[in-house]
């Protein structure tokens, strides 16, 4: 069964690359800039997997991650914050995040990191 993520990042050229590369490694993507798109596309299929970013326009990635894995739908779903800033690492993970990366990223590191969450 193809696994689905969702990939919430506001920044178009690093949405894009993580979407081609992920489709190459035979994920389902979905794909948001904002965290009011991410919850629109939630009312109509749950992921695998989320990777959010920590700056977005309309909120902050370690509070979403926070929401997602309070609310009784998606809590038991993987996380993946991405954060160019260190500092957000043990927010993102005290939050509830199962995973952090900093950017800039290795792409095989990071589809390393989504294979162990996912199996």
Same mark, same amino acid.
């Given at each position: 069964?193809?696994?689905?993520?969702?990939?919430?990042?506001?920044?178009?050229?690093?949405?894009?690359?993580?979407?081609?590369?992920?489709k190459d490694?035979?994920?389902?993507?979905?794909?948001?800039?904002?965290?009011?798109?991410? *919850?629109? %596309?939630? !009312?109509?299929?749950v992921?695998d997997?989320?990777?959010?970013?920590v700056?977005?326009? @309309?909120? /902050?990635?370690?509070?979403?991650?926070?929401?997602?894995?309070?609310?009784?739908?998606t809590?038991?779903?993987?996380?993946?914050?991405?954060?160019?800033?260190? *500092?957000n %690492?043990? !927010?993102?993970?005290?939050?509830?995040?199962?995973?952090?990366?900093?950017?800039?990223? @290795?792409? /095989?590191?990071?589809?390393?990191?989504?294979?162990?969450?996912?199996?």
């Amino acid at each position: 069964m193809i696994k689905r993520i969702h990939v919430l990042e506001d920044d178009e050229d690093i949405r894009y690359i993580i979407g081609v590369l992920l489709k190459d490694e035979g994920y389902e993507l979905q794909l948001s800039s904002s965290f009011s798109e991410l *919850k629109s %596309k939630l !009312k109509d299929s749950v992921p695998d997997l989320f990777i959010l970013d920590v700056m977005l326009p @309309d909120g /902050d990635g370690t509070d979403i991650c926070t929401d997602l894995k309070t609310d009784h739908f998606t809590k038991h779903i993987p996380i993946i914050v991405m954060s160019a800033n260190d *500092k957000n %690492k043990e !927010k993102s993970l005290a939050a509830g995040a199962n995973d952090y990366v900093s950017k800039p990223f @290795d792409i /095989d590191y990071i589809v390393k990191r989504i294979k162990n969450l996912l199996n």
